[in-house]
Structure formats: structure tokens, C-alpha cells
């Protein structure tokens, strides 16, 4: 049923519905017309031997037991006889002659004799003898039921080619709508611009024009909501910074036992608040963009300078890091970008590891493309979560550890500017721990000096 929703398979089955019945229209007018002007000219070929005789004025030497013998020779399948004074005369060599009547009209007629039927022609000679040419009817019906079998057999030959050149040319009038949905299926979630309609028929010009409309309104308002999140972070960047200053005023005063618990409490949400301020700024940023000039960088001291910001908090949960960084890698992307993903895949792994754990970080160049590995032994994150956690602000229920939920998607949208791709895994047996597996492309010069 669901093939019968195809546009292209309804079409093709309606035409070839309408031109099977032109073609059995066809066939059956040609059969007929053939089989009429056949047996025409077989009238034609008896008015002939009437003639010849006439000229002749004898019978040629073929008998009743003709009409039975099998053969091809059309010829032979025609008897004369000749009337001479009342009576139908012998036939030569023997041959047994029609019991036909003597007062036969001239011309053509078709008779029942002794239980066959033929088709006779009469002719009166000069001097008053008349002479008949006689066919049987089922030998000139069978002529022409071959010659018309020959005029619908290249009717029957050309109905499958006729059928499969029209859904070729079909498919090929609806190749627009098909490259228009594969243009739809490769887009990114950002890639919001107007299709081309350029190639596209007229009769689908409407859909494609609603569709434009359609992207047209999403992006803006999705520029809108882009926009409140930026305004937002920004008009909250200035109290939370006052804030923060004011806090280290108290903290350098002397405060009761009682305060100091309270106060530190209040510079951890103050922490917090400012972080999740900046992700979204830089989230804001990425998504508010278009691509960045991007240039050759080095993915080895981008790394260095991430763990260099990192490992004060890692020192703090005393958390091992280890780092195995092909120093020669570089990509194609620019600094930001680069340190935005490192710095978050890092931070995000020493954050949801807990105290005396230990993190990995592996970068290699393999062929065209660059692998960053950054593993963990934390609590992970469960399968059927790790499509949700590369979206902005979600939070696995069993996460206990304090974050924005946005550190995996300015991951996840760096790299699908860069045309790379992220995965996640478990880094243990037990299905513990979180393992982020990114590809990206290298860049064009060092690729080009490994192939060299």
C-alpha cells in the first residue's frame, strides 16, 4: 500500500494502464485491417487465375483433394474447373472436380460444398464456357490470421520498451523533487536557507515556495531566540561580576564560623552561575555564525594550553590526567574553535570523574582525518542517552555532579562545522566510565606532507 502513495508509481502504472489499452486498440484495428485486406488480395488472386484461364481457356490440373493436403505453395491450394456445354468438366491428372451448380452467377460468392466452405469466383469465357476458381475458406482464413499475427507481434515487442522508456523518463522528470529531498536530508539542524527551485516544475513550485517560507520563519526565529540568550548571558555577565567582587569583600573580612560555610557555598553557585554564563555566550556565538576564516592549527599546543587551564581543578580532585598527543597533528579550523572543544571534552570528563580517578586524552593523525579520544572512569552516561546529551541543557537523571548540560552540545556544534563527527561510548567493561571519540579533518598541508 505504501507504494501506492508513490506519485511516480502511480503515474507510471496510469500510463501504462492507458497505453496497454491503446495498444490492444491498436493491435486489434491492425489485426482486423489486415485480415481483411489478406483475404482481399486472395479475391484478387482468384479474379488472376480467372483471367489466366480465360486466356488459357484450360484447367489447371489441381483437384479436390488439394483443399486437404498441408501444403505452403498458396497456388496449390486453388482448383479451376471449366464449364463446357452445361456440365462442369474433368479436371486433369485425375483430380475429382466440384459438384457445382451450372447456374452459378459470375463473380464472387462464397459456397457450402460437401460440407466445406469455399470461396468461388465465376467468370464466363467467350463462347459461353464459364470457368470457377475456388479456395477453401479455413486455408485463406489461416493466410490471413498469419498476416495479421505479424502486424501485432511488433505491437506486443515494442509495449515493454515503450513501458520501461516511460518510467525512465518519468524518474528522470522527477529527478528535481528527489535531488530537493536529498538536499533536505544532507542539511544541517543550522542550515535554514531557501531551496533552489531553479530545475524544479512548475507544478511543484507552490511546495517548494511554502517550504522557503516555512525555513524562512524558523530562522528567524530561532535569530530571536538567539538573540534573548545572548542579551541575557550578556545582562548577566555585569551583576554576577559584582557580585563575585562582593563576596571576595567578605571573604576577606572576618566572619563567624557560622558565615564562612555560607559564604563558600555562595562563591561555588556564583562560580557556577559564571560558567554557565559563559558556555552560553559561546553557544550563542557558535550558533549566531557563519564559518569563521579558518586556518591551519595545531592541535598539540591547543591541547597544551587546555591542560595547562585545567589542571588546577584536576590537581583539586586529585584526579590523574594522561595525555598522548601527536605534537605534529594540525587541523583545519581556528583557535577558538579548537580550544572550545578540547577545553569542554576535558572539563567535562575531570567534572563528572570522581576524586582520585583518572583521565585520558589521546590525539593521533590516521590517514585524512584526526582522532581526539578523551576517556574517563566516572559514572558514564547510559546508552540510550548519549544522542539527548549532545543537546543543549539536558542532564542524565543520574547526574549528581552540578553543570549547564551545555559543554557536549558546543562540542557537538563545533564539530559538525567542521565537518567531523562525535561518538560515545562506555570506556569500561561494566559499562562505567564515558569514552568521546571525535574525527576531524586534517588540514590540507599536513595531509599532504604525510602522503609525501
Known amino acids: 500500500m505504501r507504494h501506492l502513495r508513490s506519485l511516480q508509481v502511480r503515474l507510471a502504472l496510469c500510463l501504462a ?13 491492425s489485426y482486423r485491417t489486415a485480415f481483411h485486406e489478406v483475404n482481399e488480395l486472395q479475391d484478387d488472386q482468384l479474379r488472376q487465375m480467372s483471367a489466366l484461364a480465360k486466356r488459357r481457356h484450360m484447367a489447371t490440373p489441381y483437384g479436390l483433394q488439394d483443399l486437404d493436403n498441408n501444403v505452403v505453395d498458396v497456388g496449390a491450394r486453388i482448383m479451376v474447373q471449366l464449364l463446357h456445354n452445361g456440365a462442369w468438366g474433368e479436371v486433369e491428372g485425375g483430380a475429382v472436380p466440384l459438384p457445382l451448380a451450372a447456374d452459378l452467377a459470375d463473380g464472387l460468392q462464397t459456397l457450402d460444398v460437401q460440407g ?34 505479424t502486424t501485432i507481434v511488433p505491437i506486443a515487442v515494442l509495449i515493454p520498451v515503450l ?19 536529498n538536499e533536505l536530508d544532507r542539511r544541517g539542524d543550522d542550515q535554514l536557507t531557501a531551496l533552489d527551485d531553479r530545475d524544479v516544475p512548475s507544478e511543484v513550485l507552490p511546495f517548494t515556495a511554502a517550504i522557503n517560507r ?13 538573540r534573548f540568550v545572548a542579551d541575557a548571558a550578556h545582562e548577566l555577565r555585569t551583576p554576577l561580576t559584582a557580585i563575585s567582587l562582593q563576596t571576595e569583600l567578605l571573604a576577606s573580612l572576618n566572619l563567624s564560623e557560622q558565615a564562612q560555610p555560607r559564604l563558600q557555598s ?4 556564583i562560580l557556577r552561575a559564571r560558567h554557565l554564563v559563559a558556555q552560553l555566550l559561546l553557544l550563542a556565538r557558535l550558533q549566531g555564525r557563519d564559518a569563521l576564516n579558518r586556518d591551519s592549527v595545531a592541535v598539540g599546543a591547543a591541547c597544551q594550553n587546555v591542560l595547562e587551564d585545567l589542571l588546577p581543578l584536576a590537581d583539586k580532585k586529585q584526579i ?39 583521565v585520558d586524552i589521546d590525539i593521533a593523525c590516521l590517514d585524512a582525518s584526526l582522532n581526539i579520544r578523551v576517556s574517563d572512569n ?26 549547564s548540560g551545555l559543554g557536549l552540545a558546543i562540542v557537538h556544534n563545533i564539530v559538525q562545522r567542521m565537518a567531523g563527527t562525535i561518538a560515545l561510548s562506555s570506556s569500561q567493561p561494566d559499562g562505567r566510565g564515558l569514552t568521546v571519540r571525535i574525527v576531524l579533518p586534517v588540514a590540507p598541508s599536513d595531509q599532504q606532507s604525510r602522503i609525501n
Open 17 to 29: 494502464g492507458v497505453m496497454l489499452v491503446a495498444a490492444g486498440i491498436a493491435g486489434s484495428v
Open 378 to 403: 566516572g559514572p558514564g552516561v547510559p546508552e540510550h542517552e548519549r544522542e539527548q546529551v549532545l543537546s543543549a541543557f539536558y542532564r542524565g537523571a543520574a547526574v549528581i555532579e552540578s553543570g
Open 320 to 358: 590523574v590526567l594522561t595525555a598522548n598527543v601527536d605534537m605534529a597533528c594540525r587541523v583545519q579550523s581556528n583557535a577558538m574553535d579548537l580550544h572550545a572543544v578540547l577545553c569542554n571534552l576535558i572539563d567535562n570528563a575531570i567534572r563528572y570523574t570522581q576524586p582520585g580517578g583518572q
Open 116 to 149: 466445406r466452405q469455399l470461396r468461388l469466383f465465376i467468370r464466363t469465357l467467350p463462347g459461353g464456357d464459364r470457368v470457377a476458381v475456388s479456395q477453401s475458406t479455413a486455408v485463406r482464413d489461416e493466410v490471413a490470421h498469419n498476416a495479421g499475427k
Open 214 to 226: 516555512l525555513l524562512h520563519r524558523v530562522e528567524q526565529t530561532m535569530a530571536q531566540q538567539r
Open 266 to 269: 555562595l562563591q561555588r553557585g
Open 163 to 181: 513501458v520501461l522508456a516511460m518510467i525512465a523518463l518519468i524518474r528522470h522528470m522527477l529527478a528535481p523533487i528527489m535531488r530537493l529531498a
